[in-house]
């Protein structure tokens, strides 16, 4: 059994491959995945459903493959399944902050 994980990841945002989700998770209107703190310009999933807070915890729902798109970074396509989404995090001497995208 193959026990690594599979990441995909687009800029300062990571999507761990075939995760599962909480049941109590809210599904989101939205397909914005992370807001670019420093640029204006969004990580955005082009199909699916998205679950979980902006800011916090997500997971994206896809029956078909769908895309990631971001002004900035190349477009990364993600299978079908279920999926976390992270953000990535930056140590300071003071204390761990987002990286600023």
Known sequence: MDAKVKVVRQGDLYIV?????PIDANKRDDKVLAVGEATG???VLTEG???GELAGK???V????AEIVH???ATVTIPIGVHEVRI???YTPKK???VRD
């Open 17 to 21: 491959l075939n995760q599962s989700k």
């Open 41 to 43: 310009h969004n990580h």
């Open 49 to 51: 459903l998205v679950y």
């Open 58 to 60: 997500q997971w994206i």
């Open 62 to 65: 896809l029956e078909q493959p």
């Open 71 to 73: 002004q900035e970074h």
């Open 88 to 90: 990535q995090r930056e």
């Open 96 to 98: 761990i902050v987002r």
